[in-house]
């Protein structure tokens, strides 16, 4: 329960991709982890944590093993900091028939319809311009609510029969206040109280209620961003709470742009961890054929959250793949590799789950049904690193609010301490 309780502050604290960045940069300060720049010279100690971010939105850590040298291998765990959710258009105001009401476009699979009628916050990243010229990146959260509402059921009385579609375009407005006027800049730096002239922002919107325990004894978690902040919250966990390996480079790299695909300047389909590892491998060995022959021995997990059979719609599951809450990781299988996973990696991660103790489960999907993917094939291709994708069950993917249960976020933390343990 502990490492669950953990989960809650940390996701209600990562309201954006970029506030999950700033979490995760304190805590791994406050760890003693240190923190370098891509733009300047590494000098990497044996027996010592480390952390480096891109563009706000990812971050790798890492610790070196008690001997670091060129026999060093790496075990990492990769997941995602962003989430489906709506983001502010450049010309974010518009006004309607009394409304102030926000531009937003659609960033990700949005299932859409959970983002009406409830409380929506506002938070992101500011760029500002200071009197002298200079720029300064603001993270903000704005603390008034917003919403989009639904439309009555006197006014569309076929709703229950023919379903709720709205479109994107002409129905998701949240709505700001009343009134035909509205500066958007000055009101955010009222309510900021920053100084300067704003030049641009990356604003999201996000779930105002704060995450929570459910079920009769607690055994499930409601909370808005479990995919993917229940991976990195789990592994980051297990890093902290596992000692330095004698051999084994412990890392996690968590990426931003998973959501829409990854090809950004920090997603997974960037040079981020290739360029990291490099630099890893060249501060121990001038041959350039050393990061190749590390990364032939070593082994990449891509954790993202699996589909748990929902009790009113099991059909949509195939009959013998089907994983339950509570039950423990699902290891993710598909022929037409949407999923890094082979049987070489099950074996190994089974081995991992065995030692831990913990159960595990499989997920194929239907072959009638479209099979989602991870960042675990791209990584796969781009560092020829035996990987695989796993993940913990959940329901309500890509809702607003998502649902897992509490042990199988202790339990996958467990399989991850024996995968950072393991030389
Ligand atoms: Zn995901």
Same mark, same amino acid.
């Given at each position: 329960?502990?490492?669950?309780?953990?989960?809650?502050?940390?996701?209600?604290?990562?309201?954006?991709?970029?506030?999950?960045?700033?979490?995760?940069?304190?805590?791994?300060?406050?760890?003693?982890?240190?923190?370098?720049?891509?733009?300047?010279?590494?000098?990497?100690?044996?027996?010592?944590?480390y952390?480096?971010?891109?563009?706000?939105?990812?971050?790798?850590?890492?610790?070196?093993?008690?001997?670091?040298?060129?026999?060093?291998?790496?075990?990492?765990?990769?997941?995602?900091?962003?989430?489906?959710?709506?983001?502010?258009?450049?010309?974010?105001?518009?006004?309607?028939d009394?409304?102030?009401?926000?531009?937003?476009?659609?960033?990700?699979?949005?299932?859409?319809?959970?983002?009406?009628?409830?409380?929506l916050?506002?938070?992101?990243k500011?760029?500002?311009?200071?009197?002298?010229?200079?720029?300064?990146?603001?993270?903000?959260?704005?603390?008034?609510?917003?919403?989009?509402?639904?439309?009555?059921?006197?006014?569309?009385?076929?709703?229950?029969?023919?379903?709720?579609?709205?479109?994107?375009?002409? @129905?998701?407005? /949240?709505? &700001? =206040?009343? !009134?035909?006027?509205?500066?958007? #800049?000055t009101?955010?730096?009222?309510? *900021?109280?920053?100084?300067?002239?704003?030049?641009?922002?990356?604003?999201?919107?996000?779930?105002?209620?704060?995450?929570?325990?459910?079920?009769?004894?607690?055994?499930?978690?409601?909370?808005?961003?479990?995919?993917?902040?229940?991976?990195?919250?789990?592994?980051?966990?297990?890093?902290?709470?596992?000692?330095?390996?004698?051999?084994?480079?412990?890392?996690?790299?968590?990426?931003?742009?998973e959501?829409?695909?990854?090809?950004?300047?920090?997603?997974?389909?960037?040079?981020?961890?290739?360029?990291?590892?490099?630099?890893?491998?060249?501060?121990?060995?001038?041959?350039?054929?050393?990061?190749?022959?590390?990364?032939?021995?070593?082994?990449?997990?891509?954790?993202?959250?699996?589909?748990?059979?929902?009790?009113?719609?099991?059909?949509?599951?195939?009959? @013998?793949?089907? /994983?339950? &809450? =509570?039950? !423990?990781?699902?290891?993710?299988? #598909?022929?037409?590799?949407?999923?890094? *996973?082979?049987?070489?990696?099950?074996?190994?991660?089974?081995q991992?789950?065995?030692?831990?103790?913990?159960?595990?489960?499989?997920?194929?999907?239907?072959?009638?049904?479209?099979?989602?993917?991870?960042?675990?094939?791209?990584?796969?291709?781009?560092?020829?690193?035996?990987?695989?994708?796993?993940?913990?069950p959940?329901?309500?993917?890509?809702?607003?609010?998502?649902?897992?249960?509490?042990?199988?976020?202790?339990?996958?933390?467990?399989v991850?301490?024996?995968?950072?343990?393991a030389?």
């Open positions: 329960m502990n490492f669950s309780k953990d989960l809650l502050s940390f996701i209600d604290e990562s309201s954006t991709a970029f506030h999950a960045v700033d979490v995760l940069e304190k805590r791994l300060l406050a760890n003693n982890y240190i923190p370098l720049q891509e733009s300047e010279a590494w000098d990497l100690k044996p027996q010592t944590a952390f480096v971010s891109r563009a706000g939105g990812a971050i790798i850590l890492f610790k070196t093993p008690n001997n670091w040298d060129s026999e060093a291998i790496y075990h990492i765990v990769g997941a995602h900091t962003d989430s489906p959710c709506l983001k502010l258009k450049n010309n974010p105001v518009s006004f309607k009394g409304y102030q009401l926000l531009n937003v476009e659609v960033y990700g699979g949005v299932l859409i319809n959970s983002w009406f009628d409830k409380d916050l506002l938070g992101g500011l760029v500002l311009e200071n009197p002298d010229g200079s720029l300064q990146t603001e993270l903000v959260r704005i603390s008034k609510r917003l919403r989009i509402p639904r439309l009555a059921i006197h006014l569309d009385r076929e709703v229950n029969k023919k379903g709720f579609v709205p479109n994107a375009q002409e @129905h998701l407005f /949240p709505v &700001l =206040g009343l !009134g035909e006027d509205l500066d958007f #800049n009101w955010i730096l009222q309510e *900021t109280g920053l100084q300067g002239r704003i030049l641009s922002h990356d604003l999201f919107l996000f779930d105002a209620e704060a995450s929570n325990f459910g079920g009769i004894n607690e055994e499930l978690i409601y909370a808005p961003r479990l995919d993917n902040l229940a991976s990195v919250h789990a592994s980051l966990s297990a890093m902290e709470s596992v000692g330095f390996s004698d051999n084994t480079v412990q890392m996690a790299a968590y990426f931003q742009h959501e829409i695909g990854s090809e950004s300047q920090n997603g997974a389909g960037s040079n981020f961890l290739e360029a990291t590892l490099k630099r890893l491998s060249q501060s121990v060995s001038d041959h350039s054929a050393h990061y190749y022959q590390t990364m032939a021995k070593s082994f990449f997990i891509s954790a993202d959250m699996a589909h748990a059979v929902h009790p009113n719609y099991a059909s949509r599951h195939d009959a @013998h793949h089907k /994983p339950y &809450l =509570g039950k !423990g990781p699902v290891i993710k299988s #598909n022929a037409n590799m949407r999923y890094a *996973t082979d049987a070489f990696a099950i074996a190994r991660f089974k991992w789950c065995h030692k831990a103790e913990v159960p595990y489960q499989d997920f194929c999907s239907r072959n009638d049904i479209g099979c989602g993917s991870t960042i675990g094939p791209m990584t796969a291709a781009k560092l020829g690193v035996p990987t695989i994708d796993i993940g913990n959940m329901l309500s993917m890509h809702s607003i609010r998502e649902l897992c249960s509490t042990i199988d976020h202790e339990l996958i933390i467990e991850f301490k024996e995968f950072y343990r030389n």
